[in-house]
């Protein structure tokens, strides 16, 4: 009997979405969380407030872009 391993993501593809850098990466991308889901958002600075759009959705993290 297999348990379904899949997890909720909280994030979608193409969409923008308000948030506070909280952390920054070892390669230097800011990371911001939606409900706890980890986003790398280049160019960005721990505090900064950005509206960022989401480009690519991987099982635990995802990447995105500020909305110029």
Known sequence: M???ERISVPVEEGE???VTI??????GDGIARIEGFVVFVPNTSVGDEV???VE???PKFAFASVVE
């Not at 909280?22 to 390669?27: L, T």
């Open 2 to 4: 297999f348990r379904d």
């Open 16 to 18: 923008t979405y308000d």
């Open 22 to 27: 909280q952390d920054i990466a070892r390669q």
């Open 51 to 53: 509206q960022i759009k």
């Open 56 to 58: 690519r959705v991987l």
